[in-house]
Nanobody
Framework: QVQLVESGGGSVQAGGSLRLSCKASGYTISRTCMGWFRQAPGKEREGVATISIFTRTTFADFVKGRFTISRDNAKNTLYLQMNSLKPEDTAMYYC???????????????????WGQGTQVTVSS
């Protein structure tokens, strides 16, 4: 049974940093596309960043230069380092796994079929 458990969320002031973690069990994160998504109140869930089996990364325009995605294969854990946080980054952040395994991984939600429960990130101005 696939289980993805996020942690690391919290409340920070604008300009601050957080690192989210996603611990996987029943699943090897290095073998398929993995991604981070977020959903703010009243808004649709959107893609933030993905990482492929070749460690190629893809980022949404609104986080480029501020966020990085990485994984630790030995710990079977996915990370999202978030720097220069803005109030508009406030959202529930989700880790997700896709059965795809291309050179790059897209940010399309339908490609991802296993999701964590989310971790809340709140950025105050």
């Amino acid at each position: 049974q696939v289980q993805l458990v996020e942690s690391g969320g919290g409340s920070v002031q604008a300009g601050g940093s957080l690192r989210l973690s996603c611990k996987a069990s029943g699943y090897t994160i290095s073998r398929t596309c993995m991604g981070w998504f977020r959903q703010a109140p009243g808004k649709e869930r959107e893609g933030v960043a993905t990482i492929s089996i070749f460690t190629r990364t893809t980022f949404a325009d609104f986080v480029k230069g501020r966020f990085t995605i990485s994984r630790d294969n030995a710990k079977n854990t996915l990370y999202l380092q978030m720097n220069s946080l803005k109030p508009e980054d406030t959202a529930m952040y989700y880790c997700a796994a896709s059965p795809r395994a291309g050179l790059y991984c897209d940010l399309d939600l339908p490609d991802y079929n296993n999701w964590g429960q989310g971790t809340q990130v709140t950025v105050s101005s």
